[in-house]
């Protein structure tokens, strides 16, 4: 493609050697000069070489970056690796000037085959060194084993090390004004910065060798093999994109043997090899190339503009904040130029950096607050852009059945974590909740479960998704279950109900189950929930498992599951908690005790529910909640058992109406009368009115409970209050600070005792018994907003539309 006349542009003879820096723009501008000006025959470019195959795929319209290449072992699809690449970074503009110019393009590190078998090999030995570290540093008295360990692995910065050598304690602000700043295109001499740092690397080469990278000696022995390949084929035309680190380790003088024999006896493993798209928020942190960037997007930027890049910058940052409907004007734009270029050239900066800019967004178009600068700095600085790659690009059938999926039901992946809520009446958004689920039992969390607003109903779902790259591997994973998503997790989950410990393993994998829609996975782990029920007595491990059994049951209903096995071994679990419950509950130890409320609790709402779910032919059902409450009546009545359970049992049969206002006030009064050891009384009205279940309202509601406890805790003798307050605080404290103050204002004036003016006809203690109309009329005009009403119309229209 090209003749000699051309590639004497290039410095000098041999190959072209573009030493760069990963994900640098100022690297990838510069080394698109490069290759405009000396148009080699061939690219070689730092990468597995496995992915050869995959280099024309990123001419393909569809390939957006970021994206990385993703190895992974064929028989441990965990252990894997990635190569991420940006717009801006050099190795991916080395790869798009290759397939633009039709030149070929080969990648030329250690393959991934020797890669991640030498990762399997080194955490193996890291180990044992690490076991025979901690020996040697008992019997060597000054050095501890992780000083000794961090000694062997200190690693050389060579960004720092030129930095300080320049005088400069901040390596990327140095890195940043002497490369990223430069021009590129209106370089005289496009080969010099290439030429200058590869002299400062031979220069660090010499005084730290490898710089305690016992690899790269490896890896660049492979380097100088594909580069001699490649001159062969070739000649001299060859260029060459890698770290700058190992640009004069490719220029050493070395023997084919002397490399040959670096590689002798190199582990391996069978690799796969394909392209997954990636996020700028994965390009922040330390990945493949080992060069995590702190700012992807403020890079980017750097890279795609084509002039001014502080003024597009600042006005990008403007329409952000005009978004999010903040004042910002055209003023403030030109007001933060100028304050961004004065710092630069008060901190001897060739042009504003990231730093400047930042305080001059944060001085100007933030008005000094570091609220909106969070916001700038999560979507601009570093960004919440997620790659593409073409349906082309090699996926195991597990992966392509989730993109069909993904497609059907209109369920893009995106990098940006947001709320998805789910009305399960409609057929696709009951789809959308079947994968998600069904991608969760395979261990891929692209979605988490959140709780439903506005409905508290088994048909709405709220998901917060949010699709990380390494995802990728999760489904690769997750291959060997299965070629669809369905299969596969129908059959991880009949394995995982096989294997389960533990019976409230099974009754929740019961209940994923039904919430993914996996109806051939029912029967075995049917089968297997059968099995432990029957084989456990503790009666706190079957109080554990009710409650997700009986939620699958309201899940088959709006699923339209069959659930009549499902609702038979629920009830035989109820009946096994309801004749060992009251044993188990007696000499219970504190801890033990407040763990058993708890399964109280949750046993309480489980029955509520698996009740509401009796048909009229099914007696058995029908009187699980009779049973239930002579259960309660048995704990709330017997002396051995913790008073913080007898309370709660009280309180319990107290909202089912099944104990009368009298009769908890007598049991109350008998628990808190003076012969009671105080530590056991406050744990009964912790029981009686702790928790979240509204005992503070009830506090305020009857003024009698509140007499009987108030009575009580002004009678607790001096040496035994410092033994209950804790107990008592841990009671009152998770009540509303309304609910509080109103306890407060009662006691106050002593609970039963009505304030000045107040009526004395019967009603509610502790209220008028009149309503207060003025109060009640304020909130008129909300209510005439809200229901859409004219305000001409009379009042008793809007109370009948109220109602």
Same mark, same amino acid.
């Given at each position: 493609?090209?003749?000699?006349?051309?590639?004497?542009?290039?410095?000098?003879?041999?190959?072209?050697?573009?030493?760069?820096?990963?994900?640098?723009?100022?690297?990838?501008?510069?080394?698109?000069?490069?290759?405009?000006?000396?148009?080699?025959?061939?690219?070689?470019?730092?990468?597995?070489?496995?992915?050869?195959?995959?280099?024309?795929?990123?001419?393909?319209?569809?390939?957006?970056?970021?994206?990385?290449?993703?190895?992974?072992?064929?028989?441990?699809?965990?252990?894997?690796?990635?190569?991420?690449?940006?717009?801006?970074?050099?190795?991916?503009?080395?790869?798009?000037?290759?397939?633009?110019?039709?030149?070929?393009?080969?990648?030329?590190?250690?393959?991934?085959?020797?890669?991640?078998?030498?990762?399997?090999?080194?955490?193996?030995?890291?180990?044992?060194?690490?076991?025979?570290?901690?020996?040697?540093?008992?019997?060597?008295?000054?050095?501890?084993?992780?000083?000794?360990?961090?000694?062997?692995?200190?690693?050389?910065?060579?960004?720092?090390?030129?930095?300080?050598?320049?005088?400069?304690?901040?390596?990327?602000?140095?890195?940043?004004?002497?490369?990223?700043?430069?021009?590129?295109?209106?370089?005289?001499?496009?080969?010099? #910065?290439?030429?200058?740092?590869?002299?400062?690397?031979?220069?660090?080469?010499?005084?730290?060798?490898?710089?305690?990278?016992?690899?790269?000696?490896?890896?660049?022995?492979?380097?100088?093999?594909?580069?001699?390949?490649?001159?062969?084929?070739?000649?001299?035309?060859?260029?060459?994109?890698?770290?700058?680190?190992?640009?004069?380790?490719?220029?050493?003088?070395?023997?084919?043997?002397?490399?040959?024999?670096?590689?002798?006896?190199?582990?391996?493993?069978?690799?796969?090899?394909?392209?997954?798209?990636?996020?700028?928020?994965?390009?922040?942190?330390?990945?493949?190339?080992?060069?995590?960037?702190?700012?992807?997007?403020?890079?980017?930027?750097?890279?795609?503009?084509?002039?001014?890049?502080?003024?597009?910058?600042?006005?990008?940052?403007?329409?952000?904040?005009?978004?999010?409907?903040?004042?910002?004007?055209?003023?403030?734009?030109?007001?933060?130029?100028?304050?961004?270029?004065?710092?630069?050239?008060?901190?001897?900066?060739?042009?504003?950096?990231?730093?400047? %800019?930042?305080?001059?967004?944060?001085?100007?178009?933030?008005?000094?607050?570091?609220?909106?600068?969070?916001?700038?700095?999560?979507?601009?600085?570093?960004?919440?852009?997620?790659?593409?790659?073409?349906?082309?690009?090699?996926?195991?059938?597990?992966?392509?059945?989730?993109?069909?999926?993904?497609?059907?039901?209109?369920?893009? #992946?995106?990098?940006?974590?947001?709320?998805?809520?789910?009305?399960?009446?409609?057929?696709?958004?009951?789809?959308?909740?079947?994968?998600?689920?069904?991608?969760?039992?395979?261990?891929?969390?692209?979605?988490?479960?959140?709780?439903?607003?506005?409905?508290?109903?088994?048909?709405?779902?709220?998901?917060?998704?949010?699709?990380?790259?390494?995802?990728?591997?999760?489904?690769?994973?997750?291959?060997?279950?299965?070629?669809?998503?369905?299969?596969?997790?129908?059959?991880?989950?009949?394995?995982?109900?096989?294997?389960?410990?533990?019976?409230?393993?099974?009754?929740?994998?019961?209940?994923?189950?039904?919430?993914?829609?996996?109806?051939?996975?029912?029967?075995?782990?049917?089968?297997?929930?059968?099995?432990?029920?029957?084989?456990?007595?503790?009666?706190?491990?079957?109080?554990?498992?009710?409650?997700?059994?009986?939620?699958?049951?309201?899940?088959?209903?709006?699923?339209?599951?069959?659930?009549?096995?499902?609702?038979?071994?629920?009830?035989?679990?109820?009946?096994?908690?309801?004749?060992?419950?009251?044993?188990?509950? %007696?000499?219970?130890?504190?801890?033990?005790?407040?763990?058993?409320?708890?399964?109280?609790?949750?046993?309480?709402?489980?029955?509520?529910?698996?009740?509401?779910?009796?048909?009229?032919?099914?007696?058995?059902?029908?009187?699980?909640?009779?049973?239930?409450?002579?259960?309660?009546?048995?704990?709330?009545?017997?002396?051995?058992?913790?008073?913080?359970?007898?309370?709660?049992?009280?309180?319990?049969?107290?909202?089912?109406?099944?104990?009368?206002?009298?009769?908890?006030?007598?049991?109350?009064?008998?628990?808190?009368?003076?012969? %009671?050891?105080?530590?056991?009384?406050?744990?009964?009205?912790?029981?009686?009115?702790?928790?979240?279940?509204?005992?503070?309202?009830?506090?305020?509601?009857?003024?009698?409970?509140?007499?009987?406890?108030?009575?009580?805790?002004?009678?607790?003798?001096?040496?035994?209050?410092?033994?209950?307050?804790?107990?008592?605080?841990?009671?009152?404290?998770?009540?509303?600070?309304?609910?509080?103050?109103?306890?407060?204002?009662?006691?106050?004036?002593?609970?039963?005792?009505?304030?000045?003016?107040?009526?004395?006809?019967?009603?509610?203690?502790?209220?008028?018994?009149?309503?207060?109309?003025?109060?009640?009329?304020?909130?008129?005009?909300?209510?005439?907003?809200?229901?859409?009403?004219?305000?001409?119309?009379?009042?008793?229209?809007?109370?009948?539309?109220?109602?």
């Amino acid at each position: 493609m090209s003749d000699d006349t051309e590639w004497r542009r290039s410095p000098g003879p041999g190959p072209l050697l573009l030493g760069v820096r990963h994900h640098g723009p100022g690297s990838a501008r510069a080394v698109r000069a490069a290759l405009e000006a000396a148009r080699p025959r061939v690219v070689l470019i730092e990468g597995p070489p496995e992915a050869d195959t995959l280099i024309p795929l990123a001419a393909d319209p569809e390939m957006r970056p970021p994206v990385a290449l993703l190895a992974h072992a064929v028989d441990e699809p965990g252990r894997s690796a990635f190569w991420p690449l940006a717009d801006f970074s050099p190795e991916w503009v080395a790869v798009r000037w290759a397939l633009e110019h039709e030149v070929p393009a080969r990648f030329i590190d250690l393959p991934a085959t020797h890669t991640l078998a030498w990762e399997k090999t080194e955490e193996k030995e890291e180990e044992e060194a690490e076991e025979k570290e901690e020996e040697e540093a008992a019997t060597a008295p000054g050095t501890t084993a992780d000083e000794s360990a961090a000694g062997q692995r200190m690693r050389v910065d060579p960004l720092a090390a030129l930095a300080e050598a320049a005088g400069h304690d901040d390596p990327e602000r140095w890195w940043e004004d002497v490369v990223e700043h430069r021009g590129g295109a209106g370089e005289r001499d496009v080969f010099a #910065p290439f030429a200058a740092v590869a002299e400062a690397m031979a220069a660090l080469r010499e005084t730290y060798g490898s710089g305690g990278r016992d690899r790269d000696p490896v890896r660049e022995a492979h380097m100088r093999l594909r580069l001699r390949a490649a001159q062969r084929e070739f000649g001299e035309q060859v260029a060459v994109v890698c770290g700058a680190w190992h640009v004069p380790a490719l220029r050493a003088k070395t023997t084919v043997a002397a490399d040959r024999e670096l590689l002798k006896g190199l582990p391996k493993v069978r690799t796969d090899m394909t392209w997954v798209p990636w996020t700028n928020r994965r390009l922040a942190r330390a990945s493949g190339y080992g060069a995590g960037i702190d700012s992807p997007g403020w890079y980017g930027h750097l890279f795609r503009a084509p002039d001014r890049p502080v003024e597009r910058w600042l006005t990008k940052v403007a329409g952000l904040l005009r978004e999010e409907d903040r004042i910002v004007s055209s003023a403030h734009v030109i007001e933060a130029v100028r304050l961004a270029e004065t710092l630069a050239v008060m901190r001897g900066r060739p042009l504003p950096g990231l730093g400047e %800019t930042t305080d001059a967004v944060r001085a100007v178009l933030c008005e000094g607050s570091d609220v909106p600068l969070a916001l700038v700095h999560d979507r601009l600085v570093v960004g919440d852009v997620l790659g593409e790659v073409p349906e082309a690009a090699p996926a195991v059938p597990l992966q392509r059945d989730l993109a069909r999926e993904q497609r059907r039901l209109r369920l893009r #992946p995106e990098a940006l974590e947001r709320e998805l809520e789910l009305d399960l009446r409609k057929e696709t958004d009951a789809g959308r909740s079947r994968l998600l689920h069904r991608l969760r039992l395979l261990g891929v969390g692209w979605g988490e479960p959140g709780r439903a607003r506005g409905s508290t109903g088994t048909f709405r779902e709220t998901w917060r998704l949010c699709w990380e790259p390494e995802l990728s591997v999760r489904v690769a994973e997750a291959g060997v279950w299965g070629t669809t998503v369905e299969g596969a997790a129908t059959a991880r989950a009949e394995a995982d109900a096989v294997h389960a410990s533990a019976l409230a393993e099974v009754t929740g994998l019961a209940e994923h189950c039904l919430l993914a829609g996996l109806p051939d996975a029912l029967p075995v782990v049917m089968r297997a929930l059968a099995d432990r029920a029957a084989l456990d007595t503790d009666v706190g491990h079957l109080a554990q498992a009710l409650p997700a059994l009986v939620r699958s049951l309201r899940y088959g209903d709006v699923r339209g599951t069959d659930t009549r096995a499902l609702a038979e071994v629920a009830a035989g679990l109820a009946e096994r908690v309801f004749v060992g419950l009251p044993p188990a509950c %007696t000499a219970l130890d504190a801890d033990a005790a407040e763990e058993m409320r708890g399964h109280v609790d949750a046993v309480h709402t489980a029955v509520g529910l698996l009740g509401g779910t009796a048909t009229e032919g099914d007696p058995a059902h029908r009187d699980l909640r009779h049973r239930w409450r002579a259960v309660l009546r048995t704990l709330a009545g017997r002396d051995s058992v913790p008073g913080v359970l007898r309370g709660r049992a009280v309180r319990i049969l107290l909202d089912e109406g099944e104990l009368g206002p009298q009769e908890a006030a007598r049991l109350m009064g008998l628990v808190l009368s003076p012969g %009671t050891p105080p530590a056991d009384a406050a744990a009964w009205i912790e029981g009686f009115v702790g928790g979240s279940g509204g005992g503070g309202m009830l506090l305020v509601h009857d003024e009698r409970l509140l007499g009987l406890v108030d009575a009580w805790l002004t009678g607790v003798p001096a040496e035994a209050f410092t033994d209950v307050l804790p107990l008592l605080r841990r009671t009152f404290s998770v009540y509303e600070p309304g609910v509080r103050r109103t306890i407060g204002e009662l006691v106050r004036r002593g609970p039963g005792e009505r304030p000045q003016g107040a009526g004395q006809a019967d009603g509610t203690p502790g209220f008028g018994t009149e309503a207060d109309t003025e109060r009640g009329d304020a909130v008129l005009p909300v209510l005439r907003l809200l229901l859409g009403l004219d305000e001409r119309e009379p009042d008793n229209d809007l109370v009948g539309a109220g109602r």
